[in-house]
């Protein structure tokens, strides 16, 4: 049946792009073909023009991928029973209740925030997505300050994991007022390192630092 099958055209095949309304072929095209039925995730825009080193960076992607291993994660996976919050040992340990929703956590935040002054984005009540409260706290701000707040955001929600992270494997415990220190202590060396969006929020809170261009000269 093939065989006897006969084309009766004189017009040569052309191929055709299905990408474009011209059927040209163009290297947008195809790049935005690439990413037909993906999904953006909430805050990954957000946190692409966060300025942070990549390894801070990259734990803010596994936070809003919820990727990270919480006790809640572990516990699905088998491995462990129990999935209490490592720092308020009261509610299941989410990546959102860790960084947003824990009463230990939120004191954090209040106490940091509260120096800038911007305590007013602090969570005041337990919220159940980390993301939705970074997109809504960040509006507030103006255009340099909302870059400082995304990065002081990725600071502090990383000393908040690395403080569970002690009390997980290391058994000890730190006070509100000893990470909220430790907090103005990193931003600091992070200033000096070059992530200069924090600027601000420190000369705000009174804390001296060094500016990292040109000479150094200490800011009072």
């Known amino acids: 049946?093939?065989?006897?099958?006969?084309?009766?055209?004189?017009?040569?095949?052309?191929?055709?792009?299905?990408?474009?309304?011209?059927?040209?072929?163009?290297?947008?095209?195809?790049?935005?073909?690439?990413?037909?039925?993906?999904f953006s995730v909430a805050g990954s825009k957000t946190l692409w023009k966060t300025r942070a080193s990549g390894k801070c960076k990259f734990f803010g992607w596994l936070v809003i991928h919820d990727h990270c291993w919480t006790a809640e994660r572990r516990k699905r996976h088998n491995l462990q029973q129990h999935d209490f919050c490592a720092l308020c040992n009261q509610e299941s340990e989410t990546i959102s209740h860790l960084l947003v929703g824990c009463s230990f956590s939120r004191q954090i935040w209040y106490h940091v925030l509260l120096r800038g002054p911007w305590h007013a984005v602090s969570p005041q009540s337990p919220i159940s997505i980390f993301?939705?409260?970074?997109?809504?706290?960040?509006?507030?701000?103006?255009?340099?300050?909302?870059?400082?707040?995304?990065?002081?955001?990725?600071?502090?929600?990383?000393?908040?994991?690395?403080?569970?992270?002690?009390?997980?494997?290391?058994h000890v415990n730190s006070t509100v007022e000893d990470i909220v220190s430790l907090v103005f202590d990193e931003a600091t060396a992070w200033v000096r390192t070059g992530y200069c969006t924090l600027e601000s929020f420190l000369l705000n809170c009174g804390v001296p630092f060094r500016r990292p261009i040109g000479r150094e000269s200490l800011i009072q």
């Open 1 to 38: 049946f093939v065989e006897q099958t006969k084309l009766h055209t004189s017009t040569p095949d052309k191929l055709l792009w299905k990408w474009t309304a011209d059927h040209t072929f163009s290297n947008a095209s195809a790049y935005q073909a690439f990413f037909l039925g993906q």
């Open 131 to 170: 993301v939705d409260w970074w997109n809504d706290g960040r509006k507030t701000f103006g255009k340099a300050d909302r870059r400082c707040f995304d990065t002081l955001m990725i600071l502090t929600s990383l000393i908040i994991w690395k403080e569970r992270n002690r009390r997980t494997f290391d």
